[in-house]
């Protein structure tokens, strides 16, 4: 009979959890309190708007602009002012803090002035910004220190292996836990039970340069390292927001919202990837590959039940769809031609061209005559599309004809119980059609957990709350 597993809980904070001293106060409560029941990790974001200037300073070194100095005072006033006011300054923890953000801040000048004299590239780039989880994840672990929590950090890029796409690294998964056995879990296992403090947001590629994982690569950072763990560990996530956990409809969007309090972690892709921002796709794929648990919880009220757990099990409550989602702008290009239907490989030659030119797919749907393909692309690369296939050898011959509808937007309706209910295409088409609302296309994910329209722009909220109503709300 083997031996049960110890639990760790990853905790991942956010920028907006970093502020002030009533937030880390707020962090290091939560901390203590679930450290009665399980072994903690934390992982850290930048402090909330960092990632930005560093951004803003990296470009001004680029463009060798005056005010670089401005710049680079500001990064450090931020830091500085945080570090007293949480610190004594007279402690061993205040000198030490003190003494790294110095070093950070002269290594990040010392880039400034060496950028002028190399040609800049996405790893000096991805370099720069690492900067900000690499000073708060040391504020917090040093936090943690001066009020009496055995605490160690963890630089990611000595435990997370990527490729060597920059500014959107993708995570190498087997290399990586060879890392983490060999260089995090000692320092879990110790007899000292540290907190152990990792920074998110970057790993390093084969060659030790640092990558950044893109867009809600903090959150990213905490699925790879529970994944890495999931074999020593019964690992859960906390993913600490500004919000409850997800919702069934864009709150900005929906006159009538609710918590969805268990998600599987193929719906919970499926809003994702419409619009919905809590967390990225990748880090719910990730979570699902390692069949981690997690939960998102809202930062203000850390004892509140009210928050999303996400897990593989996917559960049939009363209602059939999950949650009623939108991208508001969006463009639908549109290539038709008797022609098509003789021609082989159009198809192919299409999705290549666009995918050579890192065009974004968002939905594609066919006739079943096989004349015409449409698809829908993010609004900013209509221009850029409308350019590539018109002056396309193939696309751009007389026999295509290509129409580019700049004023459209996507609803969907996402639930597991599509694959098993009949009739709800036919619910959404009576739905739209009899509050005026003319679809134009539609289209279904292979995972079938979805069912999305395509309408006008104008009727999307309206759309959004009519199929609430429809679907969800029909008390």
């Given amino acids: 009979m083997s031996e049960k597993k110890q639990s760790l809980t990853i905790m991942k904070f956010g920028g907006s959890c970093l502020q002030s001293m009533d937030s880390y106060r707020q962090i290091a409560s939560i901390v203590k309190h679930h450290m009665k029941f399980t072994k903690i990790l934390v992982v850290v974001s930048a402090i909330k708007g960092m990632t930005n200037k560093l951004i803003n300073f990296y470009e001004k070194s680029c463009n060798e602009e005056q005010d670089?100095?401005?710049?680079i005072e500001d990064i450090y006033n931020d830091h500085f002012q945080l570090i007293k006011k949480l610190f004594d300054e007279d402690s061993n923890e205040y000198?030490?803090?003190?003494?790294?953000?110095?070093k950070h801040i002269e290594d990040l000048k010392h880039l400034g002035s060496l950028i002028k004299l190399i040609r800049p590239s996405a790893d000096i780039y991805d370099l720069f910004v690492s900067y900000g989880e690499r000073l708060s994840t040391f504020i917090l672990s040093n936090y943690f220190s001066f009020h009496g929590s055995k605490s160690e950090v963890m630089l990611s890029d000595?435990?997370?292996r990527t490729d060597d796409n920059f500014g959107r690294a993708l995570p190498l998964l087997e290399e990586t836990e060879v890392l983490v056995k060999e260089k995090l879990l000692p320092i879990l296992m110790s007899d000292n039970n540290p907190i152990v403090c990792v920074s998110g947001y970057f790993g390093s590629t084969k060659d030790n340069k640092i990558s950044t994982l893109g867009r809600g690569g903090s959150d990213l950072s905490a699925a790879i390292i529970a994944y890495a763990l999931r074999n020593a560990y019964l690992c859960k996530i906390i993913y600490w927001k500004d919000v409850k956990g997800f919702l069934d409809?864009?709150?900005r969007v929906a006159e009538k919202t609710s918590l969805i309090?268990?998600?599987s972690y193929k719906e919970a892709k499926e809003l994702a990837f419409f619009g919905t921002k809590v967390l990225h796709p990748l880090c719910l794929d990730i979570n699902e590959k390692g069949n981690i648990s997690s939960e998102v919880r809202f930062f203000?009220?850390?004892?509140?039940?009210?928050?999303?757990?996400?897990?593989?099990?996917i559960i049939q409550g009363d209602s059939v769809i999950k949650a009623i989602t939108s991208i508001e702008k969006l463009s639908m290009v549109t290539i038709e031609g008797d022609t098509m239907i003789p021609l082989s490989g159009t198809a192919a030659k299409l999705f290549s061209l666009l995918g050579e030119n890192n065009i974004n797919v968002v939905f594609i749907s066919q006739s079943s005559s096989e004349n015409n393909i449409t698809f829908g692309i993010e609004y900013e690369d209509s221009m850029k599309v409308s350019f590539l296939l018109r002056n396309s050898d193939y696309f751009g011959e007389e026999w295509f004809k290509v129409k580019i509808d700049h004023e459209?937007?996507?609803?969907a309706v996402i639930g597991a119980g599509i694959l098993h209910?009949?009739?709800i295409a036919g619910k959404v088409f009576t739905s739209l059609g009899n509050n005026h609302i003319n679809i134009k296309a539609i289209a279904q994910g292979s995972s079938e957990l979805n069912f999305t329209a395509i309408i006008d722009r104008e009727n999307c909220k309206k759309a959004v709350n009519v199929l609430y109503d429809a679907f969800i709300n029909r008390k």
């Fill in 249 to 251: 409809a864009d709150p």
């Fill in 421 to 423: 209910t009949p009739g």
């Fill in 300 to 313: 203000n009220e850390p004892e509140s039940e009210e928050f999303t757990t996400i897990s593989k099990e």
């Fill in 408 to 411: 459209i937007s996507l609803v």
């Fill in 68 to 71: 670089c100095a401005l710049t």
């Fill in 158 to 160: 000595k435990i997370i």
């Fill in 261 to 263: 309090k268990q998600i």
């Fill in 95 to 102: 000198r030490n803090t003190l003494e790294l953000l110095q």
